[in-house]
């Protein structure tokens, strides 16, 4: 049974829900830690730092390694190098997930990536893994005033593929998903594999949850 019937969008999430970036965010960090002389940091800990953009995963990492804050404009501009040179080559998309996208295709839903990593990075990402041609829109983290969890990107994402928030599905994998998606008036499903800040995700206030996106269509 779907949701709320005839929904005309969806909105999907990209680190932890398309694609297992967790590789390229370790990689990137530590090469910048590396390079200002700091500890690396264990994988397990940068997925407890992922989800709420590039300024708070560094602000996290610096904090991590107990080093001062005024490293913060160093580190942000060692990141932006060392992501860039990167991206995409220690990450995978997660099986089912172009299932997923072509069930929400097929659906005759538009669709929109809005994610809080910058948009030239996840742009370059979506079209390196061959997602790209899902979306009619792709909003990072810099297109708009706020971040999710803030409800900011997804009202204007909403307004962009002309459709009401009630209609429009968001799928996501964490906390940060699911509040904004509730601000902003939209449905929201979640996958179980993500990354949502080391937490459990089946605690999270959501209007469902699969396994793979390949799953997506018991919403629809």
Not at 32 to 41: H, K, V
Request: aromatic share 8%.
């Amino acid at each position: 049974m779907p949701l709320t019937p005839g929904f005309q969008a969806a909105i999907v999430d990209l680190d932890g829900t398309l694609v297992d970036t967790l590789g390229d965010f370790t990689v990137a960090l530590n090469a910048t830690l590396a390079q200002l002389s700091l500890p690396p940091l264990a994988t397990s800990d940068v997925e407890s730092l992922v989800g709420k953009g590039s300024e708070h995963l560094i602000r996290s990492a610096l904090a991590a390694v107990d080093a001062p804050q005024q490293l913060y404009d160093a580190a942000w501009d060692a990141y932006q190098r060392h992501y860039g040179a990167i991206n995409g080559q220690h990450s995978a998309v997660y099986p089912g997930a172009e299932e997923g996208l072509d069930l929400l295709r097929r659906a005759g839903l538009r669709l929109a990536c809005v994610t809080n990593k910058p948009t030239r990075f996840a742009t370059e990402l979506l079209e390196r893994k061959g997602l790209a041609g899902a979306f009619e829109v792709v909003f990072g983290g810099d297109a708009f005033e706020r971040k999710k969890p803030d409800p900011l990107p997804f009202v204007r994402t909403c307004e962009r593929l002309g459709a009401p928030a009630q209609r429009t599905l968001v799928v996501g994998d964490s906390s940060n998903d699911a509040a904004a998606a509730r601000a902003a008036s939209c449905p929201v499903v979640l996958v179980t594999y993500g990354y949502n800040h080391g937490e459990p995700v089946s605690a999270v206030d959501a209007d469902g949850f699969v396994d793979s996106l390949a799953q997506i269509g018991r919403w629809l």
